[in-house]
């Protein structure tokens, strides 16, 4: 959807480029009212080009609308317990059970089995699996704070990469939900 926004963008610009070169071509060799003639036309594509556009982003809006709004009542129930603990054990596998314990030398191989499973399993997560990977996620960030300042710069940087890379499997996934509620026929009203 995004990138559809992107191509109107490129296309409005592209198209106003081309009303200025023909204006400027027609003003040579024709007549005020034929260049006046030329711009409305030029004007009336614009135009048609600038109410789709509104339309597409309207679209997207309300999409995202619904989709943030499922998002939270879907937040708002509690996870449970036990299928936290089977989260946590599918994607820090020899890590599972002991985030709290974890050392400046074992976090970010800890991050980078989250990583590896999250890539993996991705394909396959609902929404409510998503939460439960941010509840692991969180709970390694928490250790994280903990013994930050007993870490070597450089293994933080490796951290703070694949916290940036969950970051964009979750904003992935975000997309791709925003994507589907934008197809659903209430998305037309």
Known sequence: MIRQLEGLKLQLRFFSGMLLAALFITSCDSTPRERQEVARKGARELDTLARSAGRKLANVGKATARYDAANRARRARPLDPRQQIAMESKLLG????????????????????????????????????????????????????????????????????????????????????????????????
């Open 94 to 189: 020899p890590y599972s059970g002991q985030i709290n314990a974890l050392t400046p030398a074992d976090l970010p191989n800890a991050y980078a089995q989250l990583i590896r499973s999250a890539r993996t399993q991705r394909a396959t997560w609902t929404d409510r699996d998503w939460d439960y990977a941010r509840a692991v996620y969180q709970r390694l960030n928490d250790q994280l704070k903990q013994i930050r300042m007993d870490m070597p710069a450089r293994e933080e940087v490796r951290v703070r990469a694949r916290q940036a890379e969950f970051v964009a499997l979750q904003a992935g996934h975000a997309a791709k939900g925003i994507g589907e509620a934008a197809k659903q026929p209430s998305a037309a009203k």
